[in-house]
């Protein structure tokens, strides 16, 4: 009989497995895939790259592990990041209790024993009292159900699926379905090597340089002097990360026009998300949120030549209501000759056929085609797994109208089962690896506090439950979030139900209601 069993080995699954085990708990996690390091080990498309910057998207929990690695790129990209996953699991001897091929496929709770049963696809089982679900908010890749996909005599190849050897796409005429972050990073590979290449684009992307490049070792040893001084900083940040680069002390909104594009121009210099962080209304104002989407328009017209492909570059919703794009010679790929960019936006891929794809009433060929499509996020992962807590109460069930949960971390009916940063949690605003770390240290303090009390489970109420999801949604209008549809609201995948995912009231507000409700005794759970 286990004390924990976790669900993943990626970032989460193995800071979880780390630190309840340092408590003195038993823990087993188990892993689909036959390597820990999740989203790192799937996401292996050419260009995958982190978003936010290394020293920032890394763990804090151990000062000697933050000193000796060193990142080699300002954004590592993904070999670096799997390297690290690794190297986090050996430094730590994590192995050990890590079953790898192992695919979860149902979690039952047993209300006479109060443990939950887990079960394999290859039938393995376990007992266990706690389960961690840190199967990730996007690790469930949407497949788009375009007719006669299964027709097309090329290669398709999913960007959150991709082979393990390289794909040479020199002499390939190659189609591109999204232009969402994953897109974004593949494109300007592919437009180097293929022969052709046509972006089949829905909905235009806002992207913004990243600057990559070595990392700058004054910097890092700046850093590292007074590490634990940094991530701090960061934790103060509505995003958890960026406190090198406060906002403007001024809302955008009450700046000279001259003013607003200088501070513009010196975060797009910057890189990365440095651009949203400029000014504090950008994501509660549309007036101010709209100069900051004109300032990337105007960059787009002067990077893409052909006028008429600009404008079909350009993006009409708020920046920032989808996840921004952080990017490497995005635009300027359009200015290749062979680099065709397809709107599907009025007229939607009507069929893929055995040569390419079917569009406006044209075929565009293709010998390979990328699906970077995206995911079922927040809800897919933990949809797929037969989870069923008191009374048999299926999750699929309860989350027919949307994911119900009790501070991003658990959901009433569900007892001793926490999901590690997914809906309702910040998880999305934020670097991951700080909502993780956040996630489980509370975790962690709650099954010692459990125990202190002679408690053998904690769940959710469901008054507590239905007031966390109405806050959650106080803010969300609060702010421009709502004005587009992204993966945060579900808008991606037909047919699930819109209701808007994460918490948009920034890390800090989140960690301290987090902290009260423990403060408070555990306020709005039942234990028994
Ligand atoms: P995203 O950001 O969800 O992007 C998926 C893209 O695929 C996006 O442009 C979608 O258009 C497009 N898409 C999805 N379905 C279709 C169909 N049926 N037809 C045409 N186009 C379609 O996923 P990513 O993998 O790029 O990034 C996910 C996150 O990973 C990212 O936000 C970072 O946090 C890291 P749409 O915009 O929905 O119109």
Same mark, same amino acid.
């Given at each position: 009989?286990?004390?924990?069993?976790?669900?993943?080995?990626?970032?989460?699954?193995?800071?979880?497995?780390?630190?309840?085990r340092?408590?003195? @708990?038993?823990?087993?996690?188990?892993? *689909?895939a036959?390597?820990?390091?999740?989203?790192?080990?799937?996401?292996r498309?050419?260009?995958?790259?982190?978003d936010? #910057?290394?020293l920032?998207?890394?763990?804090?929990?151990?000062?000697?592990?933050?000193?000796?690695?060193? =990142?080699?790129?300002r954004?590592? *990209? #993904?070999?670096?990041l799997?390297?690290?996953?690794?190297?986090? *699991?050996?430094?730590f001897?994590?192995?050990?209790?890590?079953?790898l091929?192992?695919?979860?496929?149902?979690?039952?709770?047993?209300?006479?024993?109060g443990?939950?049963?887990?079960?394999?696809?290859?039938?393995?089982?376990?007992?266990?009292?706690?389960?961690?679900?840190?199967?990730?908010?996007?690790?469930a890749?949407?497949?788009?159900a375009?007719?006669?996909l299964?027709?097309?005599?090329?290669?398709?190849?999913?960007?959150?699926? =991709?082979?393990h050897?390289?794909?040479?796409?020199?002499?390939?005429?190659v189609?591109v379905?999204?232009?969402g972050?994953?897109?974004?990073?593949?494109?300007?590979?592919?437009?180097?090597?293929?022969?052709?290449?046509?972006?089949?684009?829905?909905?235009?992307?806002?992207?913004?340089?990243?600057?990559?490049?070595?990392?700058?070792?004054?910097?890092e040893?700046?850093?590292?002097?007074?590490?634990?001084?940094?991530?701090?900083?960061?934790?103060?940040m509505?995003?958890?990360?960026?406190?090198?680069?406060?906002p403007?002390?001024?809302?955008?909104? #009450?700046?000279?026009?001259?003013?607003r594009?200088?501070?513009?121009?010196?975060?797009?210099?910057?890189?990365?998300?440095?651009?949203?962080?400029?000014?504090?209304?950008?994501?509660?104002?549309?007036?101010?949120?709209?100069?900051?989407?004109?300032?990337?328009?105007r960059?787009?017209?002067?990077?893409?030549?052909?006028?008429?492909v600009? *404008?079909?570059?350009c993006?009409?919703?708020?920046? /920032?209501?989808?996840?921004?794009?952080?990017?490497?010679?995005?635009?300027?790929?359009?200015?290749?000759?062979?680099?065709?960019?397809?709107?599907?936006?009025?007229?939607?891929?009507?069929?893929?056929?055995?040569?390419?794809?079917?569009?406006? /009433?044209?075929?565009?060929?293709?010998?390979?085609?990328?699906?970077?499509?995206?995911?079922?996020?927040f809800?897919?992962?933990?949809?797929?797994?037969d989870?069923?807590?008191?009374?048999?109460?299926?999750?699929?069930?309860?989350?027919?109208g949307?994911p @119900?949960?009790y501070?991003?971390?658990?959901?009433?009916?569900?007892?001793?089962?926490?999901?590690?940063?997914?809906?309702?949690?910040t998880?999305?605003?934020?670097?991951?690896?700080?909502?993780?770390e956040?996630?489980?240290?509370?975790?962690?303090?709650?099954?010692? =506090?459990?125990?202190?009390?002679?408690?053998?489970?904690?769940?959710?109420?469901?008054?507590?439950?239905? #007031?966390?999801?109405?806050?959650?949604?106080?803010?969300a209008?609060?702010?421009?979030?709502?004005?587009?549809?992204?993966?945060?609201?579900?808008?991606?995948?037909?047919?699930?139900?819109?209701?808007?995912?994460?918490?948009?009231?920034?890390?800090?507000?989140?960690?301290?209601?987090?902290?009260?409700?423990?403060?408070?005794?555990?306020?709005?759970?039942?234990?028994h």
């Open positions: 009989m286990l004390d924990v069993l976790i669900v993943g080995a990626g970032f989460g699954g193995l800071y979880a497995l780390h630190k309840l340092s408590i003195g @708990l038993k823990v087993q996690a188990v892993d *689909a036959p390597s820990v390091g999740g989203t790192w080990y799937a996401n498309y050419p260009g995958a790259r982190v936010i #910057q290394s920032e998207y890394s763990y804090s929990f151990d000062e000697g592990l933050q000193q000796e690695w060193s =990142w080699s790129e954004y590592a *990209a #993904q070999p670096e799997l390297r690290y996953a690794n190297h986090v *699991a050996d430094r001897d994590l192995r050990r209790d890590i079953e091929n192992t695919r979860v496929e149902a979690a039952h709770f047993d209300e006479s024993s443990q939950w049963l887990v079960r394999s696809t290859d039938g393995r089982q376990w007992r266990t009292r706690f389960v961690v679900m840190a199967n990730g908010p996007l690790s890749p949407n497949t788009p375009f007719e006669g299964a027709d097309f005599e090329g290669r398709v190849l999913h960007s959150a699926a =991709w082979p050897e390289p794909v040479d796409f020199t002499g390939l005429d189609a379905i999204g232009t972050s994953s897109a974004v990073q593949i494109i300007p590979i592919v437009a180097e090597q293929a022969r052709s290449l046509t972006v089949f684009q829905r909905t235009p992307a806002y992207a913004v340089p990243a600057h990559n490049g070595p990392l700058d070792r004054d910097w040893r700046r850093i590292k002097a007074d590490y634990a001084g940094f991530r701090a900083r960061n934790r103060q509505r995003s958890g990360f960026g406190s090198e680069l406060q403007h002390p001024l809302p955008a909104l #009450q700046v000279s026009d001259a003013e594009d200088a501070v513009f121009e010196q975060r797009w210099q910057a890189g990365g998300f440095a651009l949203l962080g400029a000014f504090t209304d950008l994501f509660t104002d549309l007036r101010a949120n709209e100069h900051a989407c004109e300032f990337v328009r960059k787009i017209r002067s990077i893409v030549r052909n006028p008429a600009a *404008a079909r570059l993006p009409t919703h708020p920046i /920032g209501c989808k996840r921004l794009c952080v990017d490497t010679g995005y635009y300027a790929t359009y200015n290749r000759d062979k680099v065709t960019l397809v709107d599907v936006s009025q007229a939607p891929i009507e069929r893929i056929t055995p040569h390419g794809l079917l569009t406006g /009433g044209r075929e565009y060929k293709a010998d390979l085609l990328v699906l970077a499509t995206g995911f079922d996020a809800t897919g992962p933990m949809q797929r797994i989870v069923r807590g008191r009374g048999a109460l299926s999750l699929r069930d309860k989350w027919r949307g @119900l949960n501070l991003g971390l658990t959901v009433a009916g569900f007892p001793n089962l926490f999901n590690l940063v997914g809906a309702g949690s998880s999305a605003f934020t670097s991951v690896i700080t909502a993780i956040h996630h489980v240290d509370w975790i962690a303090d709650c099954l010692q =506090w459990l125990d202190a009390h002679g408690h053998e489970t904690i769940e959710a109420s469901e008054p507590a439950e239905a #007031q966390w999801v109405s806050l959650m949604n106080a803010i209008q609060q702010t421009i979030f709502l004005g587009c549809n992204s993966w945060y609201l579900g808008a991606n995948i037909p047919g699930k139900p819109r209701m808007f995912m994460p918490m948009a009231g920034g890390f800090p507000m989140y960690a301290e209601r987090c902290a009260a409700v423990a403060r408070d005794g555990y306020a709005g759970f039942v234990m």
